[in-house]
T-cell receptor, first 112, second 112 residues
Framework: QQPVQSPQAVILREGEDAVINCSSS?????VHWYRQKHGEAPVFLMI?????EQKGHDKISASFNEKKQQSSLYLTASQLSYSGTYFC?????????????FGKGTLLTVNP | ETGVTQTPRHLVMGMTNKKSLKCEQH?????MYWYKQSAKKPLELMFV???????ENNSVPSRFSPECPNSSHLFLHLHTLQPEDSALYLC???????????FGNGTRLTVT
């Protein structure tokens, strides 16, 4: 069963913050986050594993809430380069990449 | 340069044609994937190969036929496609567990 992402779309001004959520109806083992710009390949952002950890680099971070079966992606002080569609992929057992299912994506637009 | 190269970038074919999509990776990964990306739908996993053996086939119609001659190359052979098969076809590679997927730029397929 595919994870549900929210919101479907968000528009920001440069410097504003955003949160994108990814919820699963099943127990989560792993969550992948990717960003895809129009006409380009999806690019890996980070992986979070069961254990409630938080990860981040630069001004993009993510959390993993095992009880809520949810991951959230945090973008702070957004830059124009953050624009794109963000996808989460969830794994429900064992960490195998073969079992990942993806959400429909969240379109993020950052305006000057 | 994503490390995963797909050709062609665009393909228009009639329903009676036979064509092939090609994917190449030199990242040393042991798994390769075909995904279908349609508008407003999540990424759909079609096929997974690990060490040249097919490990996943997600109920894909037989008009799509994958081939993995070695760990660096993956093909998707197409024949008698339907207009609803028009989509972006993405190839990806990775190690098997808890590791990032590296995507190619995709082939934009239009079936007329």
């Amino acid at each position: 069963q595919q994870p549900v992402q929210s919101p479907q779309a968000v528009i920001l001004r440069e410097g504003e913050d955003a949160v994108i959520n990814c919820s699963s109806s099943k127990a989560l083992y792993s969550v992948h986050w990717y960003r895809q710009k129009h006409g380009e390949a999806p690019v890996f952002l980070m992986i979070l594993l069961k254990g409630g950890e938080q990860k981040g680099h630069d001004k993009i971070s993510a959390s993993f809430n095992e009880k809520k079966q949810q991951s959230s992606l945090y973008l702070t002080a957004s830059q124009l380069s953050y624009s794109g569609t963000y996808f989460c992929g969830t794994g429900n057992s064992g960490g195998s990449n073969y079992k990942l299912t993806f959400g429909k994506g969240t379109l993020l637009t950052v305006n000057p | 340069e994503t490390g995963v190269t797909q050709t062609p970038r665009h393909l228009v074919m009639g329903m009676t044609n036979k064509k092939s999509l090609k994917c190449e990776q030199h990242l040393g990964h042991n798994a390769m994937y075909w995904y279908k990306q349609s508008a407003k739908k999540p990424l759909e996993l079609m096929f997974v190969y690990s060490l040249e053996e097919r490990v996943e086939n997600n109920s894909v119609p037989s008009r799509f036929s994958p081939e993995c001659p070695n760990s660096s190359h993956l093909f998707l052979h197409l024949h008698t496609l339907q207009p609803e098969d028009s989509a972006l076809y993405l190839c990806a590679s990775s190690h098997e567990y808890n590791s990032p997927l590296h995507f190619g730029n995709g082939t934009r397929l239009t079936v007329t």
